[in-house]
């Protein structure tokens, strides 16, 4: 068995595929994009990719990646696990003017690095672990990555803070072909289409239906679909193969496509478990 | 005349500061933070930021910004320009193993990339000009810089592909202290934050006083309140000071926060003359 997973190694998603997959071989791939298309095209089982962050919100590469290229790939498990941060520079280092991370660690660790480092530029390379990396290789002295404990110790870098956010939870899922089967607690994520946006009251009608039906969303995040309007992508509480859920769905898309002209006027990725990570203990 | 705008200079922003402003001092500021802490303070009369790409949507770190940092500053201006981006290597080059840019860059041209590039890994730097120097600077012949013409040719790049992202608009908004007047037709750009997102229907129940009213939202974008909430930002259509525009953020307001406890549950950043951006000549 195969699993592709963001990579590269020795980052938090390798960590979170191996908790999620105990056997089968770990493959990784640099682009979200790829991942899918891995399980797209069976080249691997399953795939595990980064979704959500506690502080920064939801990943849009995963979300845009996933319109384009997931048709058979679906959702099929969520998993929250707790990512600490910490910030490190060379045993000799001086001012630091520069801090290395992945955009994402970046922006988890703003509000540590606009109290602490007010005046230093943050730099975005590929990975937490290339930041500490380069550091080390390019003796860089006016510089501090962002990264895991072990990765920065690896490196030969001082651990000058730890955990510098807390309550740092990112939520990863995993991608397989099987759709799931109903347990008593899923969720449903989907992207809503309105074709006008232009009109009115159209996300509020979209609205009404699970409210009506007291299914819960959990936000909704619009991504442009690059002809002036926007994907709208959400979770709903209940899976897809609930009539009640089958009711919402059928209603948002005869209320925004009443003549059936728009394939992708609702989308659904996949039903899974809810693990209600946001009460994950931190 | 002081104007703060996000730098480096050589930047797309800088374009747009020198057109929105043909007279005044302009300041370059690395982060979107300190362009708003500088009308903030008064150390500057106003600020230019980028706000959103037609294919990318909201800058987030904008919308994160804005709402921890601004009070006195307020939005008061929009406008978009077309963003031509062109991709360039050195003249002697071999595969292209890397594509430097800014973030931000990088994901506009993300199609192009995967069509084009499907094997090179993005490379985020700080700005797309710094893109272009780094390549020439480190004579790397492995990468591709994705920058604007002249960027790349002052770097002694070879430009390879022109306008790699088509249609490729970004708002870009002023800040300053006085709020505007209203006219025939603005925008209110606002942040709303339900106390409670456990509650089914709750998004519903707020979009239900902006559509009694015939007002119209032009998207809802959730950012993580770092507590397992959102605040959800959107722009209305009107101002302000329109009694219409004031009756639906007090019915926001008292239905989210009737007891009046939590006083960030509807936060406007100001109101401005709506563009049409979308619709904007290309």
């Not at 963001?6 to 056997?23: C, I, S, Y």
């Not at 520069?98 to 606009?114: G, H, I, M, P, R």
């Not at 080390?136 to 730890?162: P, R």
């Not at 990863?172 to 009251?201: C, Q, Y």
Request: aromatic content about 8%.
């Amino acid at each position: 068995m195969k699993i592709a997973y963001l990579g590269p190694e020795r980052t938090f998603t390798e960590k979170a595929a191996r908790d999620l997959f105990q056997e089968g071989e770990l493959v990784p791939l640099v682009h979200i994009r790829k991942v899918i298309q891995a399980v797209e095209n069976g080249e691997t089982e399953f795939g595990v990719i980064p979704f959500e962050n506690y502080h920064n919100g939801k990943v849009i590469h995963t979300l845009d990646a996933l319109s384009r290229y997931a048709a058979k790939a679906r959702l099929i498990r969520e998993k929250a696990f707790r990512i600490v941060h910490c910030i490190g520079a060379l045993p000799n280092h001086r001012e630091i003017n520069n801090v290395f991370s992945k955009d994402q660690a970046l922006e988890q660790c703003d509000e540590y690095l606009a109290d602490n480092y007010p005046s230093a530029t943050p730099v975005a390379v590929s990975s937490t672990s290339e930041a500490a990396r380069r550091i080390a290789e390019e003796k860089l002295l006016n510089a501090a990555a962002i990264s895991s404990e072990e990765s920065l110790v690896s490196s030969g870098l001082e651990v000058m803070a730890k955990d510098i956010c807390p309550n740092n939870l990112t939520r990863f899922i995993v991608l397989g072909r099987s759709p799931t089967r109903p347990t008593e607690d899923d969720k449903t994520f989907l992207a809503i289409h309105p074709p006008r946006m232009d009109e009115a009251g159209v996300l509020y009608g979209c609205l009404g239906f699970p409210a009506a039906y007291k299914v819960n969303l959990d936000d909704l995040l619009p991504r442009p679909d690059r002809r002036g309007g926007y994907y709208f992508y959400t979770e709903m509480s209940g899976h897809e193969q609930e009539p009640r859920i089958q009711r919402v769905l059928g209603d948002i898309k005869y209320f925004l496509d009443p003549e059936n002209k728009s394939p992708d006027a609702v989308k659904v990725f996949g039903s899974y478990p809810n693990t209600h990570w946001k009460d994950t203990k931190r």
